[in-house]
């Protein structure tokens, strides 16, 4: 682990017992360091001066110097650390206080321990960690006053898609969710957030979440719904009754419009072992370890009941008995019954055979569109944030399948000739993911046929370094064809 690796924090907690749990959690071998403790608010400017601080884990509730206004205090002082905020579901006030201060999310005290780690790991990188729903409830609470009410955007001051991107981020979606869901590229959207920062002053992404919010361009009813439209949409029919799966992204599930609430990630990443593999027994040990690995929880097996028991009980139907749940119990230990369930990995599969049919038939149009569509599906990291060897293996799997279309798209938009969107999209794509060797020789012949030789060069010296830095080889057969094509060209 380097030092670039390691994330360093600043524990703020008026109680001893608070900060030794975060201590327990937030351990060196994970890639954190306690790079000090405070016990008040006031102490925060001095500490955040003293040490190299990446993030600032400050409860709200102190009894001198509260965490609203140190966190203000911070700002005003224009000191970098990001702000996590503690804070309780009954804490609404605080919470908005803390939000208008400059937090730039914020964590539930009650949260399991992965999500702490994944909630600091992501405001240390310069994302934003806010539960959408939970922060429409707060900030329409609080706007203290008839004159508080939306004053609404000045008009002309974004463009249309830049006010798509900024409710859809008041919506809590991911850069990634945001690109699937306006079908652009998520260095797309990185830009359009840029500009909006600039815009309208604000200094990140939580300041725009609550800028949406205070100025009516997100609704709490949009915010509450996962699959709200960006733009008003003409009414459909209620969807289906039956349950719906995504893991193309993080776990999530539906049962007809409304979302269910999964629990914590060891019992989603159980879930995930059973749904991936519908009317197969999976045994009690076999998901063990697929889920904890070489570290298995204290009570052994006796865990699995109880979590499945949870899990039936988020899935059943209205006035169904918990027994007759998807989940089933057999001699050899559990199985999902996937009868008249969707998941979007089966709608992959789908739209990448249609894609080879289109292909084979010569309509090379319908065969982009379709491999455009399948990648649409993708809503970040697949079963982001989900532990275990399982959930690790299927996360590779569709990872490399994602690769593999983005792929399959290009080499058809250059059989085309759309030289330049390929080239902008695998640009895109290769800033994610810049080891992806196929993709960068796909890259460097786009830039090539487009008449920018030197970028394409190029490409093929920040890749070789990459490898040479990162995994200690040298450019693969292909890549290295393809330099040799462009030098010669």
């Known amino acids: 682990m380097t030092a670039a690796d390691v994330v360093r924090v600043l524990l703020v907690d008026d109680q001893e017992l608070v900060r030794s749990g975060l201590r327990r959690i937030l351990r060196r071998r994970d890639g954190f360091v306690i790079a000090g403790e405070c016990g008040d608010g006031a102490e925060v400017p001095a500490a955040v ?34 702000v996590l905020a503690l804070t309780t579901f009954d804490d609404d006030e605080l919470l908005a206080g803390a939000l ?26 310069g994302d934003a960690w806010l539960d959408a729903a939970v922060t429409a409830r707060v900030l ?14 000045p008009p002309g001051l974004l463009t249309p898609r830049e006010l798509d991107v900024l409710r859809a981020a008041g919506r809590g979606l991911t850069n990634a969710e945001i690109a699937g869901a306006l079908v652009v590229s998520e260095l797309t959207v990185k830009s359009h957030l840029g500009r909006i920062f600039t815009k309208l002053g604000l200094r990140d992404r939580a300041a725009a979440v609550v800028y949406a919010f205070d100025h009516g361009i997100v609704s709490p009813r949009a915010a509450l719904v996962a699959d709200a439209p960006l733009r008003p949409a003409v ?25 269910l609430e999964l629990g914590p990630v060891r019992q989603q990443a159980l879930l995930a072992a059973l749904v991936l593999r519908p009317g197969v027994t999976v045994s009690q040990r076999e998901l063990l370890g697929g889920v904890w690995g070489m570290e298995p929880p204290g009570t052994g097996e006796r865990v699995l009941p109880v979590y499945v028991h949870r899990l039936r009980k988020c899935l059943r139907r209205p006035g169904e008995r918990t027994p ?32 080879g049919a289109a292909e084979e038939a010569g309509d090379l149009d319908a065969a982009v569109e379709c491999c455009g569509t399948a990648l649409g599906l993708f809503q970040g990291e697949p079963l982001s944030g989900l532990p275990g060897p ?28 759309r030289h330049a969107d390929t080239a902008d999209e695998l640009s895109a794509v290769l800033a994610l993911e810049p080891l992806r060797e196929p993709l960068a ?11 920018r030789r030197a970028e394409a060069i190029a490409v093929y010296g920040r890749i070789r370094s990459r490898l040479a830095v990162d995994l200690g080889v040298e450019p693969g057969e292909e890549l290295r064809r393809t330099h040799r094509a462009v030098l010669e060209s």
Do not use: N
Request: no cysteine; charged share 30%.
């Open 49 to 82: 001066a003293a040490a190299e601080v990446d993030v600032v884990v400050m409860d709200l509730r102190m009894k001198h110097v509260d965490g609203i206004e140190a966190t203000r205090r911070l700002r005003q002082a224009g000191a970098r650390p990001p």
């Open 100 to 125: 208008r201060a400059g937090a730039v999310g914020y964590i539930l005290k009650d949260s399991p321990a992965e999500d702490l780690i994944r909630a600091v790991r992501a405001v240390a990188a």
């Open 140 to 153: 329409t609470t609080y706007r203290r006053a008839p004159a508080d009410e939306p004053a609404g955007l």
């Open 235 to 259: 009414t459909t029919p209620d969807p289906a009754p039956g349950l719906r799966f995504s893991v193309l992204g993080p776990m999530r599930a539906w049962r007809g419009g409304s979302p």
């Open 324 to 355: 007759d749940s998807v989940i089933g119990r057999t001699r050899g230990g559990y199985r999902f019954d996937g009868d008249g369930v969707r998941i979007d990995t089966a709608r992959l599969a789908e739209l990448d055979a249609d894609a």
């Open 390 to 417: 399982f959930a690790e293996g299927q996360r590779l799997r569709l990872t490399e399948r994602r690769g593999t279309l983005w792929a399959r798209k290009a080499r058809l938009q250059l059989r085309l000739g």
């Open 441 to 451: 020789a796909l890259l460097m012949r786009a830039l090539q046929a487009s008449g």
